[in-house]
């Protein structure tokens, strides 16, 4: 963060001349987090993205697939968030067989993941048509990392936001995390059932089938009809510079927010295109910034008009969700949509039960954390979004055949 005597306008225009303005794209409520201080790595767009058919991600490695491979995201997707009744009760961190037992466990989900994978069928159920692009990603809660050490990456809960206290109870946190992708949608669903199968005491709190609009890279059209996925780190120096944990046993994971957005797209769709590109940020067409340029250019949030106002408005999306406001690192997001048709809200109105399926991954929660509480206080776009689902979880660090999935776990 800048230090008190250096004014924000300041700020502002040091990072203009390094380039790292202003990017919107739907996060955690809907945003954006940047780097803000100059050792910071570079990020730039992703154009390598091969428009053919994706090879096969890499199951092993020191980071699990689905993150940062394929760089393009795959079109469909499922996650499953799951509680382990009678694990990690109360007490549970003195037990001296819990890690062990925690350990075992994760090491048989990476195994189930090798083989599906593989194309080998796991206790007589297998993918017929194999597994294709299908990659799966493991995470756990902070109710069993906590009990396993509370200074641990990820053993924190994520705070409530505005709105949060109206989520069902059994929609908040989980102690696993599930999340597959691919190309074909029954091969995604039948890995999940496989692998809840493998959790002893298996309770599913809720799962969400979801999809991605054709892009390049990480860049796609959000269902409100916007770009997303501009501005996110790319490359080995940004990745570890803002998405793996940097040291310690979990040295390579990563923290990873899933919350499940509601979008009210018809009241934003309301308003005309002009005032839906203020609320944003960018032009809805392209997704040049309102201040000029191309759809991979970075806002000039100092530019006004001739009356004195911004160009890019106060409360737009953009300018809340600006690293010099949110003093974080940059989130990789890898956002989806859903449509699970029309259901009766609080208030027993039919509501389109429709919207963003929001994943990031960050070396620390804090990124998410204040990025989100920002965009409560002054996000214009906040107004459309009704948060009904939430956790946070540990990401694993890789596996392969000789190092488990959990070996680290201390």
Known sequence: MPSAGLRRRDVLRALMAAGIGGGAGLAGGLAVAGATRSDEPEIAVDESADAGPAAPPPVHGPHQAGIDVPATPQPHGAVAVVDLVGLAGAGASADPGYATLLRRLCAELGRTITSLTSGHPVNG?????????????????????AALDPGLPGADDLPLFAGDDAIPPGRVGGDILLAAYGSDPNAIGTSLRVLTRQLPGASTRWTQRCFRAPGNGTVTRNPLGFHDGVIVPHGADALAGNVWIPDGPMAGGSICVVRRLRLDTAAFDAHPVHRQEEIIGRRRGDGAPLSGGGPSDEADLLAKTPDGHYVTPARS????????????HLMLRRGYAFDDGVV???????VADAGLLFTCFQRDLRTFVQTQHRLDEVDDLMRFVTCTASGTFLILPG??????????LP
């Open 125 to 145: 159920v297998g993918l017929p048509d194999g597994p294709g692009d299908l990659t799966v990603t493991i995470g756990l809660g902070p109710r069993l990392v």
């Open 317 to 328: 999306h953009v300018r809340a969700a600006h690293p010099s406001f949110t003093g974080s």
């Open 344 to 350: 009766d809200d609080a208030a027993d109105v039919q």
């Open 399 to 408: 596996f392969d055949d000789d190092r488990p999935l959990g070996a680290d």
